[in-house]
């Protein structure tokens, strides 16, 4: 698996956008973004439109910032 950095925003009102940075560890890009839609939506209960997502990077193992995603990466052990 690999550990990606999705930043990006979601929509908190009306007319307010939250900006986030979360990081996930998939397969490939389509997993990432898949499972940033689905953990973001579950968490503030938001359709997959209302979540943006500028930016999905793939990180190296000394990127990554958050232990359970180093450890399923097999980064950080």
């Known amino acids: 698996m690999k550990a990606f950095r999705a930043t990006g925003s979601f929509k908190t009102g009306k007319f307010t956008w939250q900006k986030y940075s979360i990081e996930v560890a ?23 439109t209302e979540i943006k997502i500028d930016e999905l990077k793939a990180l190296q193992a000394d990127e990554i910032q958050n232990p359970a995603v180093g450890y399923i990466a097999g980064g950080n052990q």
């Open 26 to 48: 998939a397969i490939d890009e389509a997993g990432a973004a898949e499972k940033v839609l689905s953990d973001l939506g579950s968490r503030h209960k938001l359709k997959r």
